[in-house]
């Protein structure tokens, strides 16, 4: 059974991540709200919301925990040479709002969308509180890639990416994990895995594992 929390329930008034779901894999929670405290509450032990429209909000802590260590970021040869031919630029915070507006968007494989109007709104007041941050990528001045989290301590949690043109994703988690590099931050939370992350180095680290590391990291 799935813990119900209530708005009025206290920020911190989730279940230990070890009652979470075998089946679907990491449920933990459901309800409650989307507020800054409350979220920053969930990240700190672990756990994230992800529902689709129609859906309460639900809160998750999966194990295995797909993450991506900054010094283990794979460049391939080809994202090498796209890197050095110097066409695009990258930002950091420049425009949060676009870019999670574009994560949002309907995708040929995915024609819905998690992130909702609550979820926006929600992320777009942890930027307002300096704790959303996003990258941004650019050709001719056109936004063609993106990536956006939550930074806590030297963890950054990873929200959602996306691609407007081949590669510019990719050219967003380098410039991310080049931020991380700068910032000290040691460990880029994935969440769950995909092959797109795994091409680019994340691996699965068990969920006691990547809570361990998260405790050391996030105060």
């Given at each position: 059974?799935?813990?119900w ?8 008034a ?9 089946e ?5 929670a459901a ?10 509450a969930?990240?700190?032990r672990?756990i994230?919301?992800w529902y689709s ?8 802590s999966?194990?295995?925990?797909e993450v991506?260590?900054?010094r283990e970021?794979?460049?391939s040869?080809s994202?090498r ?6 066409a695009?630029?990258?930002q ?12 949002a968007?309907?995708?040929p494989?995915?024609p819905?969308t998690?992130?909702?109007s609550e ?9 307002r509180?300096?704790?959303?941050h ?12 993106g ?8 963890t ?11 590669n510019?994703?990719k050219?967003?988690m380098s410039?991310l994990?080049?931020?991380c590099?700068?910032e000290?931050i040691?460990l880029i939370?994935?969440?769950?895995p ?8 994340s691996?699965a680290l068990?969920?006691a594992?990547?809570l361990?590391?998260?405790h050391?990291?996030?105060?």
């Amino acid at each position: 059974m799935i813990t119900w929390l209530s708005a009025s329930d206290p920020p911190e008034a989730f279940p230990p991540v070890s009652a979470a779901l075998t089946e679907p894999q990491g449920l933990l929670a459901a309800g409650g709200d989307l507020r800054p405290e409350r979220l920053l509450a969930a990240y700190r032990r672990g756990i994230f919301p992800w529902y689709s429209p129609g859906q309460p909000i639900l809160w998750w802590s999966p194990d295995p925990r797909e993450v991506l260590l900054p010094r283990e970021f794979h460049r391939s040869r080809s994202l090498r040479r796209l890197l050095h031919q110097a066409a695009f630029e990258a930002q950091l915070d420049q425009d949060f709002a676009a870019v999670i507006a574009a994560c949002a968007e309907p995708r040929p494989a995915s024609p819905g969308t998690w992130i909702t109007s609550e979820m926006r709104q929600a992320y777009l007041q942890l930027h307002r509180l300096g704790f959303a941050h996003s990258v941004e990528i650019r050709v001719a001045g056109h936004l063609i890639g993106g990536v956006y989290g939550v930074r806590l301590g030297n963890t950054f949690f990873g929200e959602s990416m996306f691609s407007r043109r081949s590669n510019g994703s990719k050219l967003a988690m380098s410039a991310l994990v080049d931020w991380c590099v700068a910032e000290a931050i040691e460990l880029i939370d994935c969440q769950l895995p995909s092959p797109h992350l795994r091409s680019l180095g994340s691996r699965a680290l068990p969920r006691a594992e990547f809570l361990q590391r998260l405790h050391t990291k996030t105060q």
